[in-house]
């Protein structure tokens, strides 16, 4: 991505591009936040449903894939840049508020109120699981993302229809978390 590149693709000046963004730099980090205040929406409507807890957590993650392919491009680019600051606590410090923040506390909510619910074992570390339960969604939205057939390599595989696949997925994610009968 480059600032002249994109003037050619939209039709506008360079000149008119660094009216708005600063720098290339600025504008890559306008189209992250985009990308996870459209997510931090969706996932706000996810849970506004009366279902019970294990519909409503597996209902959220699966929200953050949808949000991801529903723009796959948009989500691509939001990770292609190299990440300089990821905006989550570190060492007890709060950074900025951000969407990608309250996307990442969402899910650090999503955990604590497992555990509250007995739904999640009471020993989950609950920063862990939710950078666990983010790596692991991201990781599949990606592969969806960069790979339109996924989750079939070959002409050979099996027909696995990809919905039934980010269903299989969460639940393995989430029943990670959950606790023992």
Not at 24 to 37: G, Q, R, S
Not at 118 to 127: K, L, N
Request: charged share 25%; with cysteine; net charge negative.
């Amino acid at each position: 991505l480059s600032i002249r590149r994109l003037a050619e693709i939209t039709d506008y000046s360079p000149a008119a591009i660094y009216r708005y963004f600063p720098s290339k730099d600025f504008l890559v980090e306008e189209l992250k936040e985009a990308f996870f205040a459209r997510l931090v929406d969706n996932l706000g409507a996810s849970i506004g449903q009366s279902v019970s807890f294990k519909e409503m957590c597996r209902g959220s993650l699966r929200t953050y894939i949808e949000t991801a392919l529903e723009k796959p491009n948009h989500y691509l680019a939001v990770f292609s840049a190299p990440v300089r600051s990821i905006d989550m606590p570190n060492d007890g410090v709060t950074k900025s508020e951000t969407s990608k923040q309250r996307a990442f506390e969402f899910l650090q909510n999503l955990v604590k109120e497992g555990i509250a619910r007995g739904s999640f074992a009471r020993d989950v570390d609950v920063d862990l699981s939710a950078r666990s339960l983010w790596v692991g969604l991201h990781g599949l939205a990606m592969m969806i993302a960069h790979m339109p057939h996924f989750p079939n390599f070959r002409d050979a595989d099996a027909f696995i229809d990809a919905s039934d696949f980010i269903d299989f997925y969460i639940d393995r994610l989430v029943s990670g978390l959950e606790a023992q009968s």
